[in-house]
């Protein structure tokens, strides 16, 4: 079985939901089974935004992650509640332009990734969720990244549509910094499974 | 519409009101099932239907009893808190032999609760819910594409039967995505709405009301709806088995729940333990007939459900005191996790020194 338990957490306004959605509507073009559960009902601006993604090569069970194969998080408080629950071996994407601190974890595969920079320096900080999108891409193969981007004008709503391209040059700018990161020295250790734990 | 869609499973319900030729949407806002009234309120006006924001939920269910004794497909949606003001209105529906589909996004309760999903509304939903002797049919779906069946099969039943039916919903299976066809329904062969008030011109008067004084008047109306109950158990009554025939351990459970146990069931099948699910797809009327054949093998059933032992009265009722049923209950508006299944059954298997083959 090939499988990504994903959890996605950050600011509310941070593009979480976006982040999930796409990678969810990339899974199912690609013909996986997918599942999206969103934190829901008490979330404010400025709180935390969380969601669950799970993509299968079967049929999923539950939508809710309890032991995640990858946590792709874009700020501190996310990073504290969900960096123990990740499985062993299991991959962690941060944002670490916004989150203050390095994992304590050994057992897992990190990528630091200056996500809000790079969306900065290419002159929109809100696709730094895009970013770090493009890191999950450069070390899981439960998608295509010729997938996701094709999936970007299909999840975009009308009126964001001219956002497309710029989604796009983020997500490979993402990958090709996490491309040229890896493997490093915890990255070396760990051989990349599906369906742990 | 018939390519697969990514929608939660409030905006597919929603949908597949619309599929279904419902037209009119009456509803107070209530988490976790927003979802509904935001689609709707931008829906209904496309396709030419009425969305009204009620002031409460007694005026929706109010306005969906309206619309329905015109002959019109209507629909509610709410969740726990907001369906229990409700039931005033739907043993009123039921009494005056009306077709209304209702949607319950259950929550933890009781009292205003939480927002967590739920199955805490089951004897609620199974027991007619308001005063009288009436019943609901009611459906749980287990899947968002499910949800979208069931709305279609909801308006079908309620037409054919003259009767609310109640679709079963958790606050997960509310709002989680998954990928879903909906399309029209084919036409179904569903009786005229003779009885429909849409002026008398030309014809004697229809009379809707719930009001019956004369001697035995009641009674006689009551002798009729029971009939009429008999005859939607006995021909509605749905279930689904998986891996149920052989099955030591039979695990019983609906919605969401069903889920986990699926998989549960295919992990300990994989080990070689003889170990089922039975889904009840209605809740009533209850599958009793499926559940007897289905847990005839079994020495222990495992009952699993988001509430503190609803749905376990329907199984004891069903399988008589001799059965061995067990309960693994979970209220509060809290998830059942796969783990605390499988410490149940590997506790199971030790009681019974269950064998692998």
Partial sequence: MEEERIVIAGFGGQGIMFLGKLLCHAGMLDGRHITYLPSYGVEVRGGTACCNVIISSEEIASPVITSPTTAIIMNTPSMIRYEPEIVKRGLLIVNSSIVDRHPKRKDIGVVMLPATTIADRMGNTRVANMVALGGFLSKSQIVKTETVLAAVGEVLPPYRQHLAELNRRAILEGKAAADAQGPDAIWSKITRGFGLG | ?357
Wanted: with cysteine.
């Fill in chain 2, 1 to 357: 519409m018939a390519e697969k869609h990514l929608m939660c499973g409030n905006e597919a319900l929603s949908e597949a009101a619309v599929a279904a030729g419902c037209r009119c949407y009456f509803g107070y806002p209530i988490t976790p099932q927003n979802e509904v009234t935001a689609y709707m309120s931008r829906r209904m006006p496309e396709v030419g239907g009425q969305f009204v924001q009620s002031e409460s939920e007694l005026a929706a269910i109010n306005m969906v009893f309206g619309a329905a004794v015109v002959g019109a497909r209507a629909i509610t949606t709410s969740s726990s808190p907001g369906i229990s003001l409700m039931q005033e209105g739907i043993s009123y529906i039921a009494a005056n032999e009306l077709p209304a589909v209702i949607v319950n996004v259950m929550r933890g309760g009781p009292g205003l609760g939480n927002i967590g999903p739920s199955q805490a509304d089951y004897f609620q939903a199974t027991r007619g819910g308001g005063h009288g002797d009436y019943r609901t049919i009611v459906l749980t779906p287990a899947s968002v594409q499910e949800i979208v069946d069931h709305v279609i099969l909801a308006f079908d039943l309620a037409d054919r039967y003259r009767n609310p039916v109640l679709i079963l919903i958790d606050g997960v299976l509310g709002q989680m995505v998954e990928p879903v066809e909906i399309a029209p329904p084919p036409a179904a062969d569903l009786p005229a709405k003779d009885w429909a008030l849409t002026g008398c011109k030309g014809r004697p008067p229809n009379k809707s009301r719930s009001l019956i004084l004369g001697e035995n008047e009641l009674l006689e109306m009551n002798r009729r709806l029971q009939e009429k109950y008999r005859a939607i158990e006995a021909a509605e009554a749905r279930h689904e088995a998986v891996d149920a025939a052989d099955a030591e351990i039979l695990l019983v459970a609906y919605g969401s729940p069903a889920r986990t146990c699926r998989s549960v069931v295919r992990k300990y099948r994989e080990r070689g333990y003889r170990i089922g699910l039975f889904r009840p797809v209605t809740a009533w009327p209850f599958p009793s007939a499926a559940l007897a054949e289905c847990a005839k093998g079994a020495s222990a059933v495992l009952v699993v459900e988001m509430s503190a032992g609803q749905l376990v009265e329907d199984v004891r009722l069903t399988l008589g005191p001799a059965a061995n049923v067990l309960l693994l209950g979970k209220p509060g508006g809290e998830v059942i996790q796969a783990g605390e299944l499988e410490a149940e059954i590997d506790r199971i298997i030790g009681l019974h020194k269950m064998k692998r083959r």
